[in-house]
């Protein structure tokens, strides 16, 4: 009997401890058991979960700017038209148009989501971080990167679920046979600073060659090899052998550029004389083409896409406006182009589903 009351009694005090833990989660909506065990409560860390401020009042999470007033400057800077000074430019220029009036001053306020805005007479589109997508996709061979093709061949557009109805974009081409990284967007502004030559973005290839190159061809390569129909050589590369088939007289090159020439490596090797068997695209700018098999895509961090935003401020590329740099110069605007910044928020949406995630 002793023995059943001691167990009785362990019991009893099991259940009345249980209950006093328990009674401290049930002073809470329950699925704010969620929040609490994840310490995001501020009863357990002094920061407010983010889950309950979007309950209690969503206009704390969510992205307002499109409902509010901005300078015009920094909504031009925005839909990635030029950087802040350069939209100033733009403004002083006379060539900014809000619902069918010309500005000439800096400071005025618009509603992005309202209000007609052109640049030479196009529509600005600000981007809304609800609606833009980035996607890193691995294209397979025999895939072209187009939006459409009349020969009805597969184009990366079919790898990639909604990208037509998305609008998304391919940043540069690959060549049909080439295969690898490959960066998509429906924030068109961005699309033309990271394919311009001038901002020096990095495109990293394995390549496959017949033969076994040696030092003087490989020096060639590293310091500027001059192409055939082209005046002026290729930059300076990085080349090195990765590895070699002295038997089927093969070679595996790591080759790194910071141009953007129509088929560019496949010209240089066949400058030094060594046909292309097969190039892949490793790396475009911080954007690496690990984990990702053939045809597989997936949505770049929101913490990539500024880093790929980021390295546009590396040099100044001329803007492209609907105005060339012959006519800018004539009407005497010397402002300087300054760096551009990265664009509105990319991560307060839905994801993209993924039809190849487990």
């Known amino acids: 009997m002793k023995v059943i009351r001691l167990a009785v009694l362990a019991i009893l005090f099991q259940i009345v401890r249980t209950f006093t833990i328990f009674r401290e989660y049930v002073k809470f909506p329950f699925h704010s058991l969620f929040a609490i065990r994840n310490g995001e409560h501020s009863r357990y860390n002094q920061k407010e979960s ?5 309950e209690n009042n969503p206009s704390e999470v969510l992205d307002t700017s499109l409902t509010e007033e901005e300078r015009l400057q920094k909504i031009i800077a925005r839909a990635g038209l030029a950087s802040r000074r350069g939209a100033e430019s733009l403004i002083l220029d006379g060539r900014v148009t809000v619902n069918g009036n010309i500005v000439t001053e800096l400071g005025v306020k618009v509603r992005p989501n309202k209000d007609v805005i052109l640049v030479d007479g196009k529509k600005v589109t600000v981007p809304d971080s609800e609606n833009t997508y980035w996607i890193a996709l691995n294209k397979p061979k025999a895939v072209l990167t187009t939006m ?67 030092e003087e061809s490989l020096n060639i390569l590293r310091n500027g090899v001059k192409l055939v129909d082209d005046d002026r050589p290729c930059s300076p590369s990085k080349v090195k052998v990765m590895d070699v088939d002295s038997r089927a007289g093969l070679a595996l090159i790591d080759i790194e550029i910071e141009e953007c020439k129509p088929s560019q490596v496949q010209r240089m090797l066949q400058a030094v004389e060594h046909e292309v068997i097969s190039i892949k695209r490793t790396q475009f700018g911080p ?21 790929l935003k980021l ?10 406006v609907g105005i060339t740099g012959e006519e800018r110069s004539k009407r005497g605007s010397s402002r300087k182009r300054q760096p551009r910044r990265p664009g509105a928020g990319y991560a307060a949406r839905q994801p993209l589903v993924n039809k190849q995630d487990p």
Not at 50 to 54: G, Q, T, Y
Not at 183 to 195: D, F, Q, S, V, Y
Request: glycine fraction near 6%; include cysteine.
């Open 50 to 54: 983010p889950k309950f401020n979007f």
């Open 148 to 214: 459409e093709d009349d020969k009805g061949r597969d184009t990366i557009l079919d790898l990639v679920p909604k990208a037509r109805e998305l609008r998304l974009l391919p940043i540069g081409r690959m060549e049909r046979d080439a295969t690898g990284i490959i960066i998509m967007t429906n924030e068109i502004g961005w699309i033309h600073p990271l394919t311009h030559p001038s901002f020096q973005h990095i495109r990293r290839y394995e390549v496959v060659v017949s033969g076994i190159p040696t």
């Open 287 to 307: 954007i690496q083409l690990k984990g990702l098999r053939k045809a597989q895509w997936r949505e770049l961090s929101k913490d990539e896409v500024d880093k």
């Open 311 to 320: 390295s546009c401020t590396k040099q100044d590329a001329p803007m492209k």
